[in-house]
Nanobody
């Protein structure tokens, strides 16, 4: 059974930093892409950052220059380093992964359970 398990959320003051981690476990052949989304009540879930298997990255305009996504392919892990956090970054952050379970097949989409990030003084 494939699972995505996030960690690293919490409460931080404005201007502070947090690092989120997400580990993909289970019978995985390869990882096509992994990323982070966030959701705030009353808003649509939005892409925060994405990294592909060739290390191409994509960021939401609102986090460019403040957040950095990276991965450890050997550990099936993706990280999100969040610096200069703002109250508007407060949200539930979800890990997402496009996983190839069997060689030659299309990727399947998986989600983590979410981790709360609260930026407040």
């Amino acid at each position: 059974q494939v699972q995505l398990v996030e960690s690293g959320g919490g409460l931080v003051q404005p201007g502070g930093s947090l690092r989120l981690s997400c580990v993909a476990s289970g019978n995985i052949f390869s990882i096509y892409a992994m990323g982070w989304y966030r959701h705030t009540p009353g808003k649509q879930r939005e892409l925060v950052a994405l990294i592909t298997s060739d290390d191409s990255t994509n960021y939401a305009d609102s986090v460019k220059g403040r957040f950095t996504i990276s991965r450890d392919a050997a550990k099936n892990t993706v990280y999100l380093q969040m610096n200069s956090l703002k109250p508007e970054d407060t949200a539930v952050y979800y890990c997402n992964a496009d996983l190839i379970l069997v060689a030659g097949t299309v990727p399947y989409d998986y989600w983590g359970q979410g981790t709360q990030v609260t930026v407040s003084s």
